[in-house]
């Protein structure tokens, strides 16, 4: 029997690749065992399918959703692909506890000239799946979409090295890709990085353990997905609670009513907490911490509260709360590792929108201090813009004070967006360094 | 610079280790994590657009955004209408739930016909035994959007609902004509939504983007929410066609060889009654639809919207034109 009860944690994945090193036929594999593929969407992918030729059950049919990703038969842009274990989704399997979760998978396209729509779904992750063909190794795309993952930080990366059986899941064609990866993720700095050897197509090691492949004793991928301890990648001590939104009922029952709304952004509010109000500097104290359901006694990220302070004070949209022994900087000048996502390029003077929170100020660049090499992860130090897809360090200006943390702190409070003014565009995807 | 004085304890708590040995886990179901963000998105709207609305079906999904927009805005009000298309042949029971609803919560309703676009000529009633008013919905809420000035419009819409919404922003721009052009959609990264937009332009803005059809039953059930009766089943006489069942009207013209008949039917969808398919099904409590979804085999617009057979892209092509 179904039942409500069962609780899930949800998990945000991206993926990355290219048509051919199965990332379809593996999201297919996960969706399909989870029993998140309906009826009519499989026979809508097996019509059209026959149709086109394919020769066999196309998968990205599912996931490529716009006539022009169709027509081109590629991945354009990013698509959100949802399904759930658990005893909620009536998928209990062998879990115990039938807790199972719920995962978003964003799935984005491979290639070098779509690295915005990549960083774009590694933004909000919590863990990526990098893809190796066991026949090929360790490739130049392979280690662009780990450097992605790091730049962004997704707290846990699981490199699939799929087609082991093309490769008579050898041990040592595994152990190889594992070697050469470790080395490079030690210089680039990835969190947590878990290998799986595994077969999308015949589903060794996805979502069953593989017979095959005795040497290996980790577990499937499923299961890694439905197990992998994302409740400590928040960060729980410093609080960060950007202003979004001033409650002031205009009514009789809540005259004197003033609440500030947000998301809580870092670290842990309590009542009676002495917080900070940046950038102004006041002290107060927290009085109660509301919401449609009644007062808490502890808010934590991401919940979305809203919170009464124990003084009167001018507080508006982009002020933050912080505890007042451990807060943000509040900076007019930062550097931070932008990736551009606009055909006219980034360049030294270019003036932008900078939107940092619930904050948007006016920015110039002052500096593009160096590109990155996204294959190779080289600087080149020459460069004078920053062209579509390309990421770079820059050094900028805002009209008014940010206060931020370094994104490898907290990537709530050290990310921006960059819009230019004229067309409107989001342009530049900014994850902070530092700040003065 | 002045030192903060330290805590009583003579140092400030170690939360990483509280989380690992206290009952209080600081973790948040999925329901929880997807109403949080859902918040988000309402509050971002609200605080960053100048003249925002709800548009509103009487549909589940639209409901949930209701009580979204409570938990977002109590106790002040909503700081937006809410807004109905009305086709003029909507399930009685929906309109009366709606009127019931927005009466309940105390707030501002508008509704725009469709039957006034038709009699102001703005759009042609289209004729045969399948016409539908759906299409023409478009005409009238983009002529609403622009008559009342209203720069974001929230909508129920999901990503899991269809292929071409699988691609959609939460904030997803739309321009002059109300046109989405899903080739030159904005990058939408982390949570900073951009809202800049010139005027004439609007934002359509899906706070429930990433919550499934199973999501928002479990959120129902969870929140207690009232729905129109007629998402539970009942008797009702219905007819076939196209290996639909449709529930027989005043408007409807039976073809030849379609019968009417009675039998215990649910909806799964709410939308114009004219292309609005029912599902047979005895679940007559929240629990019970419940177990029915997650046990389904076939998803909610596949088995009751005749809309989006039209054609491979047909929502794709819709939601070009500035459908919902």
Known sequence: MRTLTGRSELLRIATAGSVDDGKSTLIGRLLHDTKSILEDQLEHVTLTSA?????????????????????????????????????????????????????????????????????????????????????????????????????????????????????????????AIVDELTDWAAR???????????????????????????????????????????????????????????????????????????????????????????????RTRVRAIDTFDGPLQVAFPTQSVTVRLEDELDISRGDMLADPDDRPAVVRELEATVCWMAEEPLRAGGRYLIKHTTRTARAVIDALEYRVDVNTLAHDHGAGELALNEIGRVRLRTSAPLMIDAYATNRSTGSFILIDEASNDTVGAGMIRSGR | MRIAPLSPAG???????????????????????????????????????????????????????????????????????????????????????????????????????????????????????????NRLQTTTLLDAIAEHGFDAAFGGARRDEERARAKERVFSFRDDFGQWDPKSQRPELWALYNGRIRRGEHVRVFPISNWTELDVW???????????????????????????????HPDVALLDGEVAYRTSVRYRTVGDMTCTGAVRSHAATVTDVVAEIAATRVTERGETRADDRASEAAMEDRKREGYF
């Open chain 2, 218 to 248: 479990q959120y129902i059930a969870q929140e207690r929410l009232a729905l129109p009766e007629i998402y539970f089943a009942h008797e009702r006489e219905v007819f076939e066609r196209d290996g639909m069942v449709y529930a027989m």
């Open chain 1, 51 to 175: 149709r086109r030729g394919d020769g066999y059950l196309n998968l990205a049919l599912l996931t490529d959703g716009l006539r022009a990703e169709r027509e081109q038969g590629i991945t354009i842009d990013v698509a959100y692909r949802y399904f759930q274990t658990g005893a909620a989704a009536g998928i209990t399997r062998a879990d115990p506890d039938g807790r199972g979760r719920k995962f978003i998978i964003a799935d984005t396209p491979g290639h070098e000239q779509y690295t915005r729509n990549m960083v774009t779904g590694a933004s909000t992750a919590d863990l990526s799946i990098v893809l190796v063909d066991a026949r090929r190794g360790v490739s130049v795309q392979t280690r662009r979409h780990a450097y992605i993952s790091s730049l962004l930080r997704i707290p846990h990366l699981v490199v699939a090295v799929n087609k082991m059986d093309l490769v008579d899941y050898s041990e040592a064609a595994f152990t």
């Open chain 1, 188 to 282: 680039v700095g990835t969190a947590d990085l878990t290998f799986i050897p595994i077969s999308a197509l015949s589903g060794d090691n996805v979502v069953e353990r593989s017979a095959a492949m005795p040497w290996y004793d980790g577990p499937p991928l499923l299961s890694h997905l439905e197990h992998v301890v994302i409740a400590a990648d928040r960060n729980l001590e410093e609080l960060r609670f950007p202003v979004q939104w001033v409650v002031r009922p205009n009514h009789d029952a809540f005259h004197d009513y003033r609440g500030y709304a947000g998301q809580v952004a870092g670290g842990v509010l309590e009542p009676g907490q002495e917080v900070i109000v940046l950038p102004s500097g006041r």
């Open chain 2, 11 to 133: 140092r400030r708590p170690d939360r990483r280790a509280i989380a690992e040995t206290t009952t209080v886990k600081y973790e948040l179901t999925h329901l929880q994590a997807l109403e949080a963000e859902a918040i988000f998105i309402m509050r971002e709207v609200a605080a960053e657009f100048e003249s925002p609305v709800l548009l509103f079906s009487g549909g589940k999904d639209s409901i949930v955004l209701m009580r979204l927009a409570e938990k977002a805005f109590r106790p002040g009000r909503f700081p937006f209408p809410v807004m109905h298309i009305d086709t003029g042949h909507n399930f009685p029971e929906v309109i009366a739930f709606r009127d019931r609803l927005v009466q309940q919560l105390g707030e501002r309703l508008i509704v725009a016909s469709v039957q006034e676009s038709i009699d102001r000529g703005r759009v042609q009633e289209e004729t045969g035994p399948r016409a539908s008013r």
